[in-house]
């Protein structure tokens, strides 16, 4: 028989995709760490359309581990997409989301639950203080992307914190209700405002495997930042257009009067910059406006953002959830 909600403390939520090498050392580090707190939990780990033996290493893992909850999706559909799944289908009062390549330690999870317990609080950040395995341009991007996310959002978005995160069900109650189509979690959590704290670790090396995020996920996690939370890009276009009005109303000034004082000469080199100059301002405008336009799309169309295949917990597959997507929401 299912368990309900409530009798669950915890759940964790594990967004996998091709992971088949670090799934036995997760589960050595992660069952000792759950099993010591004590209390009843599961682990929802969601096989996000993975083309390796991901699914069926989860499946026979699960016959010695009955904690162990596997949830599959249809296709892949990215990595935001699968974490909401995991978080939407968690039973726990608490859920952390975590991800398979063991850079964010299981062993702060304990420390976590404590906090929120202690202090009362709906949300716990894990922030990473300590990024030296990370190659320099990764913690110069990462800085970046923060400082322009706590600029756009509000100083609410903490510096360095991932998906590594403690939720309560309140929480998890009113992402499910919000009408996103594109949402990116680490910018949504914190616009709720809920009571939040911080455990801080240091981020390890991946234990093993490839990279999930390369630098093009990267800027597609960036562009729907940005997109999602901020009007920003279109004021540039705006501001780029003004300027583009300034520049010409100079130009036809100068040129109107060199016409005047007889000292015109052949003028290709200012007509071929200044044609240039409009031509690009206004393909930057409609892209950015493009950008807009197809969140727009997307939302119009309210396609689910993801299907559920399979769920250990339920006897039948399950029909598909219309949901929050993330970045690269038809594949990563």
């Known amino acids: 028989m299912a368990m309900d909600k409530t009798d669950l403390t915890l759940s964790v ?33 969601v096989d996000d359309g993975s083309s390796d ?10 016959r010695s581990w009955p904690q162990l909850r596997v949830v599959r999706l249809r296709r892949n559909s990215g ?19 975590i991800d398979a ?11 976590m639950l404590s906090l929120a317990r202690e202090k009362q609080l ?40 991932g998906d590594f995160r403690l939720l309560s069900q309140a929480t998890i109650d009113v992402l499910r209700q919000l009408p996103e189509r594109t949402g990116v979690l680490r910018l949504l ?31 597609l996690l960036a562009a729907d930042s940005v997109t999602s939370f901020s009007a920003a890009p279109l004021r540039i276009a705006t501001l780029l257009g003004i300027g583009g009005v300034v520049l010409c109303t100079a130009l036809a000034v100068i040129g109107f009067f060199a016409y005047l004082t007889s000292s015109t000469v052949s003028g290709w080199a200012s007509l071929y910059v200044a044609v240039l100059f409009l031509g690009a301002v206004q393909l930057l405008c409609l892209g950015l406006l493009g950008e807009y336009v197809g ?12 299907f559920i295949g399979y769920d250990s917990a339920e006897e039948e597959p399950t029909q598909a959830e219309p949901v929050l997507s993330g970045p690269g929401g038809t594949g990563r």
């Open 53 to 62: 033996t991901t699914f069926p290493t989860l499946v026979g893992l699960r």
């Open 189 to 219: 959590v914190p616009w709720v405002g809920f009571p939040s704290g911080e455990v801080v670790y240091a981020r390890e090396e991946r234990a093993a495997g490839r990279t999930k995020y390369p630098l093009h996920k990267m800027l």
């Open 101 to 111: 390549d063991l850079q964010d330690p299981p062993e702060k999870i304990p420390e």
């Open 295 to 306: 969140r727009i799309y997307t939302a119009v169309q309210g396609r689910p953002s993801y």
């Open 79 to 97: 990595h935001q997409a699968a974490l909401t799944a995991g978080l939407f289908r968690a039973r726990g009062a608490y859920v952390v989301s």
């Open 122 to 161: 709906d949300i716990v950040y894990g922030v990473r203080n300590d990024r030296t395995t990370d190659t320099r341009f990764k913690r110069w991007t990462a800085s970046g992307y923060y400082r322009m996310m706590r600029r756009l959002v509000g100083n609410g978005v903490p510096s360095n914190a």
């Open 13 to 45: 939520v594990i967004p996998m995709y091709n992971e088949e090498a670090v799934i036995g050392l997760l589960a050595g580090r992660l069952r000792p760490v759950l099993d010591g707190l004590n209390e009843p939990y599961e682990v929802v780990a």
